[in-house]
């Protein structure tokens, strides 16, 4: 299918490679003491524009692939996911304000008071600073001094909450339903600040709570926040989270300076982009203990293949599968997923790449910088699986084609 271009971002592309060509010119100018000649200014300008063509395509298709997320399957859970999974995450009140909707989710009044919201917001806030003490991507924020202040005992939890009125919603409120610069088709809240100082919920949220997936959603969230903190603990920009896999606890874990260090459970953090389905045949899985659907976290292709396929422990290998799938009678066993869950798994494996932090990073690491690369690297992958292994599975489909 032919993907369409977001043709909103044109303007600000643009802009920017204004800016890249004045900036060119001017270094030119410095140097040389002079006004660039004709011929220099039009090359100047070849590069901005290439710049801007290379931005234009890279914005679209991360636009498109976060759109095709929600869009293949428009649930109401679907496009409360893209919020979560698909923000780029500068702090994280987003996540602190979804725990705090879902402990609110009152059903006798949808107006939740600033005062009302402060408290959970804040409460999940603090908690996470006590084990993860960077929060926000900036230098400093006086609320974020406000809640370590709470932490240490020097203001009281009034005192907090009126500081949280006051400067903690000041941009998450707004930002909440944004995904990729633009803001998603369906809202769980009305933002009544300024006639009724507070936000409304709306009737998506409570068809959303009704959801049998709506603990899930909870884990989920919980996953991609701690994922984020650890993240910004390593700094990533400049260094790049390598996450791992632990067969025994399921968990994901990184590494820094020789010590592991656990991030979260391997099931919650692989839900939300496979929308609460098995990965094979679409029955609906869970992530909590207890439930008798729990999903097995699966290597797509066997682990048995470590000494002819490297990082099978990766997560671009990682799937969540039905029981029946992973160990039924029926089941994949050491068989070879077939060619077509193989572009299922690159699917997949984009949504993460276009998920921002953290697991963007794992995955380009792994499996390559560029969509081209991270292709043949599967394909060269389930070659050297087909090879050693000879058949190919798949399971017959228990829902639509959701992916």
């Known amino acids: 299918m032919a993907q369409r271009f977001n043709l909103s971002i044109l303007p600000q592309l643009i802009s920017y490679a204004d800016v890249v060509l004045i900036v060119l010119q001017r270094l030119f100018a410095l140097k040389n003491s002079q006004i660039p000649p004709p011929p220099l200014r039009f090359t100047f300008t070849c ?20 759109m095709r997320f929600y869009q293949a399957d428009p649930r109401l859970e679907n496009y409360w996911r893209g919020v979560i999974l698909f923000g780029k995450n500068v702090a994280s009140y987003k996540f602190a304000l979804a725990h705090a909707l879902y402990d609110l989710k009152q059903p006798d009044n949808d107006l939740i008071t600033l005062e009302a919201l402060a408290v959970p917001f804040v409460r999940h806030l603090c908690a996470h600073l006590q084990h993860a003490p960077k929060q926000i991507t900036s230098k400093s924020s006086e609320f974020l001094r406000a809640c370590r202040q709470f932490n240490e005992g020097e203001i009281s939890e009034e005192q907090l909450i009126a500081i949280t009125v ?3 919603f000041a941009n998450v409120i707004d930002a909440f339903h944004n995904v990729n610069h633009a803001e998603i088709d369906k809202r769980f809240f009305l933002d009544e600040r300024r006639s009724h100082k507070g936000i409304r919920l709306t009737d998506n949220f409570y068809q959303l709570t009704e959801n049998e997936q709506f603990a899930s959603l909870v884990s989920e969230t919980e996953a991609r926040w701690r994922l984020v903190e650890e993240a910004w603990a390593m700094n990533v920009s400049r260094n790049l989270i390598a996450v791992d896999y632990d067969d025994n606890d399921k968990m994901l874990f990184s590494k820094q300076s020789g010590r592991r260090i656990n991030i979260t459970s391997c099931r919650s953090s692989l839900n939300g982009y496979q929308k609460g389905l098995c990965f094979y045949c679409f029955r609906a899985i869970g992530v909590t203990g207890g439930e008798e659907n729990l999903a097995d976290v699966d290597h797509f292709l066997p682990l ?15 799937v969540l599968a039905c029981q029946s799938c992973n160990r039924g009678a029926q089941g994949k066993f050491a068989r070879i997923p077939s060619i077509a869950l193989l572009q299922r798994l690159h699917d997949r494996n984009e949504y993460f790449i276009n998920s921002h932090l953290p697991l963007r990073e794992t995955l380009l690491r792994q499996t390559g910088a560029t969509p081209t690369l991270r292709h043949s690297f599967l394909q060269n992958s389930w070659d050297t699986a087909k090879f050693a292994l000879l058949h190919e599975w798949q399971p017959a489909a228990q829902g639509g084609s959701q992916f």
């Open 47 to 66: 590069i901005c524009y290439v710049i801007l063509l290379h931005e234009f395509l890279e914005l679209s298709r991360k636009t498109g692939s976060c």
């Open 166 to 168: 006051k400067r903690g």
């Open 304 to 318: 048995m293949l470590s000494e002819q396929i490297g990082n099978l422990n990766g997560v671009w290998n990682l």
